[in-house]
C-alpha cells in the first residue's frame, strides 16, 4: 500500500451483493466524524464477495485493528499501516509501540 503513510488508517467495508440489488452504494468522508453514502443506479449486478483469507492477502501488508460483521451483513474492517515493517514476515505491531 505506497498510497497510505506509515500510521495511516482504512476503513473498508465488503459485502456480497444481493439479488435484488439495482444499483451502488458511493461512500464519502463527509467531515472529520461523518461519513455519507450516496445511492446510485447502475445495470450491472456486484460479483461474489470477498473471503476473509481473500481479504488478508489483499492487505497483507497492513494490521487489523479491528473487524466487525455488521447485521446487514457488511464486514467492517479497519486496517492500520504500521510505521516500520520487520524483515521477512508481516507487520509487528508490538515493535512500532515499544519504539514510538
Known amino acids: 500500500m505506497r498510497i497510505l503513510r506509515p500510521g495511516a488508517v482504512l476503513l473498508a467495508f465488503f459485502a456480497h451483493g444481493r439479488p435484488d440489488e439495482q444499483g451502488y452504494t458511493r ?3 463527509a ?3 461523518h461519513l455519507q453514502y450516496e ?3 447502475g445495470a450491472a449486478r456486484r ?3 470477498l473471503e476473509n483469507r481473500e481479504i488478508l492477502v489483499l492487505f497483507n501488508d497492513l494490521r ?3 473487524s466487525v ?4 451483513g457488511i464486514r467492517e474492517m479497519l486496517f492500520e499501516k504500521p510505521l516500520r515493517v520487520s524483515e521477512g514476515g508481516p ?3 508490538r515493535a512500532e509501540r515499544s519504539t514510538a
Do not use: F, R
Request: glycine residues 14%; without cysteine.
Open 39 to 41: 445511492p446510485y443506479p
Open 31 to 33: 467531515g472529520d466524524e
Open 47 to 49: 460479483g461474489p464477495g
Open 64 to 66: 487489523i485493528v479491528e
Open 91 to 93: 507487520p509487528d505491531a
Open 69 to 72: 460483521m455488521l447485521p446487514s
Open 27 to 29: 461512500y464519502v468522508i
